[in-house]
């Protein structure tokens, strides 16, 4: 997994105990997807300090781009939220992926169309 990281917080709230948990968090979140998918993942993560809270924006580069944001007055949330955001959205991309593979698989039998 490839996981690239972009803290854009003030120097109060960049602190190491915030970026461990943040590039922790998102590697065990996102090593799920990975194990689901079986290909390598590729992520890029920005978090941002805003006037009330913190942005999250989670972006899964690939052959289909998911991105995912999410705001919350704690980064921890935020986090949380994002990756929770692009977890259902992988599900629903996954399950459309597997349905188009499976009507490929049955196209040789046509059913006549009914008027």
Same mark, same amino acid.
């Given at each position: 997994?490839?996981?690239t ?17 943040? !590039? ?11 194990? !689901? ?28 781009? *998911? ?9 921890p ?8 955001? *692009?977890? !259902?959205q ?17 196209t ?8």
């Amino acid at each position: 997994m490839e996981l690239t990281v972009v803290n854009k917080l003030s120097p109060e709230n960049r602190t190491d105990r915030n970026e461990a948990f943040v !590039r922790k968090h998102l590697e065990v979140k996102l090593g799920k997807i990975e194990a !689901r998918w079986g290909k390598p993942v590729n992520a890029r993560v920005t978090t941002e300090e805003q006037a009330v809270g913190f942005a999250v924006t989670v972006a899964l580069v690939g052959d289909q781009e *998911i991105v995912a944001r999410a705001f919350h007055a704690r980064l921890p949330k935020a986090v949380d939220a994002a990756v929770d955001k *692009i977890m !259902r959205q992988f599900e629903i991309n996954n399950e459309k992926r597997e349905g188009r593979e499976r009507q490929r698989r049955y196209t040789g039998t046509k059913v006549p169309a009914e008027f």
